[in-house]
């Protein structure tokens, strides 16, 4: 009986170890990595599960910025990373679709989402006319001969930032003085990812910057 207790207690110890390995520095169940492509650029998502990894140094503090709401704005959704993935990928082959940077461009250059664009919320600020540009230039709003805007052909934009104390994704989309909401942006084609890098480095997701480890 002894054996048996003992036999059945090793094939346990070993399907479990299996099964740990096989879920490994998984992403998702069954899928370690993930492609995406921005323009002519490849970039793959995987985790860094290594023993011993730690968050980046940039997003191992306590102290930063303050805690941002769930719900920025009513109709404007909040991803998780898998929600947050899956527009990647889709953005990847659909061009009415933009993952955006929203921090200002030092932050982004030190580290940053691969294949992401970055649009500073910054320009949403107090210029009515550079918040214009990046709608009509960038995000796929037009501007009518009278002036006001057709969002009939404007881009779903997935937006992050710091993480969850960050405030820039949260001003750009709804609190600045000319946020993409206050010039009518359709809610509904707004997406914010409220981890941003605090929960994208933490989960040791691929990074690329002046930083990247």
């Known amino acids: 009986m002894k054996k048996i207790k003992h036999l059945t207690a090793a ?4 399907t479990f170890a299996t099964a740990a390995l096989a879920d490994g520095p998984m992403i998702k169940r069954g899928v370690a990595s993930v492609t995406v492509e ?9 985790r860094n599960a290594t023993a011993g990894n730690q968050v980046h ?3 191992n503090k306590t102290g930063q910025g303050m805690p941002q709401p769930m719900i920025v704005s009513a109709g404007i959704d909040t991803l998780g990373e898998l929600e947050f993935i899956d ?3 889709q953005a990847s082959v659909d061009s009415s679709i933009l993952v955006v940077d929203t921090r200002t461009e030092n932050w982004h250059e ?3 989402i691969p294949c992401t664009t970055n649009v500073s919320f910054k320009n949403f600020a107090d210029i009515k006319d550079d918040a214009l540009f990046y709608l009509t ?3 796929g709003v037009e501007e009518n001969d009278d002036g006001s805007l057709n969002f009939d052909n404007a881009k779903t934009i997935v937006g992050y930032c710091n993480g969850y104390w960050c ?3 949260p001003a750009m989309f709804k609190r ?3 946020s993409m909401v206050a010039l009518g942006y359709p809610v509904e084609k707004l997406k914010y990812y409220r981890g941003g890098m605090q929960a994208w480095t933490s989960l040791g997701l691929t990074v690329e910057g002046a930083l990247a480890k």
Not at 11 to 14: D, F, G, N, Q
Not at 38 to 46: F, H, N
């Open 11 to 14: 094939l346990l110890a070993v």
């Open 38 to 46: 921005l323009g002519d650029k490849t970039c793959v998502i995987e």
């Open 57 to 59: 140094e940039a997003y």
């Open 87 to 89: 527009y990647m990928e």
């Open 110 to 112: 030190d580290l940053h």
């Open 137 to 139: 230039e960038v995000f």
């Open 167 to 169: 405030g820039q994704t």
């Open 176 to 178: 600045a003085k000319y």
